[in-house]
C-alpha cells in the first residue's frame, strides 16, 4: 500500500506539472518548439530523459548481470554518439532553425528527397512506439497480474498523453526537469543497494559481447542519431546554437554515467549471489530490494523515464506531419530494421549538407 501510494502520488504530482500552465500554449510553434527559448538545463534535462528508456535500460543492466565490466562499453556507445551528435550537427540544425530535420533536405536537395527522408524516419518513429509501449507493458504487467495487456498498455499510454498532448513540448520539458531529478536520485540507490550485498567477485564473461558488436553498434548508432527527429525538434528548441551544442556534449556525460550505473550495478547483483530466470529481470529485482515506499518511487521512475521518451517521439512525429504531411505507413513492423539501413544512408547526405557545398540532390538520392 506504501508503494503504490508512492507510486501514484508521484504520477499525480507529474502529471499536475505538465498540464500547469498550458493554457499560455497558444501557438503551433510553442506546442512544437517551446517557442524556441529553451535553456541550457532544461534543454539538457530533456536531452538526457528522451534518451534514457527501458527498452535500452533492461537490455544493457541485463548484459552488465551476465557479462560484468565488459558491459559498461555499451553504455559509451551513448557517449561517443551524442559527443559525434554534438560537433557534427547540434548547432548546424540550431544555426538551420528549420521544422524538421527533413525540411533541411527539402531546402537543399528538393521536396523528393525530403519526402523520401520523411518516410523513413517515420517509419522508424512508429517502430520505436511499439518497441516503448512493449518494454513499459512488461514492467508493469507484474503490478497488475489481472489486467489486460491491451488495456494495460492503453491506460499507460493514456496517462502519458494527459501529461504532454495540451501543453507539447513546453508540458514535456516541463516534465523532464522534474524526472531528471528523480532520476539522479533513485539511480544511485540502485549501484548502493546492490553493492552492499555484493560477496561473490564480480562476474567476468568478456566473449559474451564480442568487440565486433559493440564496433559496429557505435558506428551504426553516431549516422542514425543524427537524423533523429526526436532530438533535432529539442535542438530547434534551444536558445541559441551554443546552448544546443553544450547541452548536448553534456548529455553524452550524463547519459553514460547514468547507464553506466544501471549496468554496474546489476554485475553486482550478480556478485551477491542472487540468481535471475532472466537477466532482464535484473532491474525489477533491484526495486524490490528496496523498501517500501522507495519502491513505489523507483517504479514511478521507470514509468517517467518510458514516458518522456514515448512523448517526446511522439511530438517529433506531430512536427514531421505538421512540416510534410506525410501519411504513415501501415506495414511498419516489416519495415523497422530495413529502416536503419536507408536512415544510416541518409546521415552522409545529412553531413554533405553541412560541410559540401558541392552537394547535389542527385548524389543524395545515391
Same mark, same amino acid.
Request: glycine share 6%; proline share 5%; charged share 10%.
Given at each position: 500500500m506504501v508503494d503504490l501510494c508512492a507510486f501514484v502520488?508521484? @504520477?499525480? $504530482? =507529474?502529471?499536475?506539472?505538465?498540464?500547469?500552465?498550458?493554457?499560455?500554449?497558444?501557438?503551433?510553434?510553442?506546442?512544437?518548439?517551446?517557442?524556441?527559448?529553451?535553456?541550457? $538545463?532544461?534543454?539538457?534535462?530533456?536531452?538526457? #530523459?528522451?534518451?534514457?528508456? %527501458?527498452?535500452?535500460?533492461?537490455?544493457?543492466?541485463?548484459?552488465?548481470?551476465?557479462?560484468?565490466?565488459?558491459?559498461?562499453?555499451?553504455? /559509451?556507445? $551513448?557517449?561517443?554518439?551524442?559527443?559525434?551528435?554534438a560537433f557534427t550537427v547540434a548547432t548546424k540544425y540550431k544555426e538551420k532553425n528549420f521544422s524538421s530535420c527533413s525540411m533541411l533536405f527539402k531546402d537543399r536537395f528538393g521536396s523528393p528527397i525530403a519526402k523520401l527522408a520523411s518516410s523513413f524516419l517515420f517509419l522508424a518513429m #512508429?517502430? =520505436?512506439?511499439?518497441?516503448?509501449?512493449?518494454?513499459? %507493458? @512488461?514492467?508493469?504487467?507484474? =503490478?497488475?497480474?489481472?489486467?489486460?495487456?491491451? #488495456?494495460?498498455?492503453?491506460?499507460?499510454? @493514456?496517462?502519458? +498523453?494527459? #501529461?504532454?498532448?495540451?501543453?507539447? =513540448?513546453?508540458?514535456? !520539458?516541463?516534465?523532464? !526537469?522534474?524526472?531528471?531529478?528523480?532520476? +539522479?536520485?533513485?539511480?544511485?540507490?540502485?549501484?548502493?543497494? &546492490?553493492?552492499?550485498?555484493?560477496?561473490?567477485?564480480?562476474?567476468?564473461?568478456?566473449?559474451?559481447?564480442p568487440n565486433r558488436f559493440i564496433l559496429s553498434l557505435i558506428i551504426l548508432t553516431m549516422f542514425t542519431y543524427i537524423l533523429a527527429p526526436w532530438y533535432s525538434q529539442k535542438i530547434?528548441?534551444? *536558445? *541559441?546554437? *551554443?546552448?544546443?551544442? &553544450?547541452?548536448? /556534449?553534456?548529455? &553524452?556525460? !550524463?547519459?553514460?554515467? +547514468?547507464?553506466?550505473?544501471? %549496468?554496474?550495478? %546489476?554485475?553486482?547483483?550478480? /556478485?551477491?549471489?542472487?540468481?535471475?530466470?532472466?537477466?532482464?529481470? &535484473?532491474?525489477?529485482t533491484l526495486i524490490n530490494l528496496f523498501p517500501f515506499g522507495l519502491r513505489g518511487m523507483a517504479y514511478a521512475t521507470l514509468f517517467m523515464i518510458t514516458a518522456t521518451t514515448l512523448a517526446g517521439v511522439w511530438s517529433a512525429m506531430s512536427s514531421l506531419i505538421i512540416a510534410d504531411f506525410l501519411r504513415p505507413s501501415k506495414s511498419y513492423k516489416q519495415g523497422l530494421i530495413l529502416a536503419n539501413i536507408p536512415v544510416f544512408s541518409l546521415s552522409f547526405a545529412l553531413l554533405s549538407l553541412f560541410y559540401w557545398k558541392r552537394a547535389t540532390s542527385l548524389g543524395a538520392l545515391l
Open positions: 502520488g508521484i @504520477l499525480c $504530482f =507529474l502529471l499536475v506539472l505538465g498540464l500547469f500552465k498550458n493554457r499560455k500554449v497558444q501557438s503551433e510553434e510553442t506546442f512544437l518548439f517551446a517557442g524556441r527559448t529553451c535553456g541550457f $538545463f532544461p534543454l539538457l534535462c530533456t536531452l538526457v #530523459m528522451t534518451e534514457l528508456n %527501458t527498452s535500452t535500460l533492461l537490455a544493457f543492466a541485463g548484459l552488465g548481470y551476465l557479462v560484468g565490466l565488459k558491459a559498461l562499453f555499451l553504455p /559509451a556507445v $551513448f557517449f561517443i554518439c551524442f559527443l559525434f551528435y #512508429m517502430g =520505436l512506439t511499439a518497441t516503448y509501449v512493449k518494454s513499459i %507493458t @512488461l514492467i508493469f504487467s507484474p =503490478l497488475f497480474p489481472a489486467a489486460n495487456l491491451w #488495456m494495460l498498455s492503453g491506460a499507460l499510454c @493514456l496517462l502519458i +498523453l494527459l #501529461m504532454t498532448l495540451r501543453g507539447g =513540448l513546453v508540458a514535456i !520539458i516541463r516534465t523532464d !526537469i522534474a524526472s531528471f531529478i528523480l532520476v +539522479l536520485l533513485i539511480f544511485p540507490l540502485f549501484l548502493f543497494s &546492490a553493492k552492499q550485498r555484493s560477496i561473490e567477485p564480480l562476474p567476468s564473461l568478456p566473449h559474451l559481447l530547434f528548441s534551444a *536558445k *541559441k546554437p *551554443k546552448t544546443a551544442f &553544450a547541452a548536448t /556534449a553534456s548529455a &553524452a556525460i !550524463i547519459v553514460f554515467a +547514468l547507464y553506466g550505473i544501471a %549496468t554496474l550495478a %546489476t554485475a553486482y547483483l550478480k /556478485a551477491s549471489g542472487i540468481s535471475l530466470a532472466s537477466p532482464e529481470l &535484473a532491474i525489477p
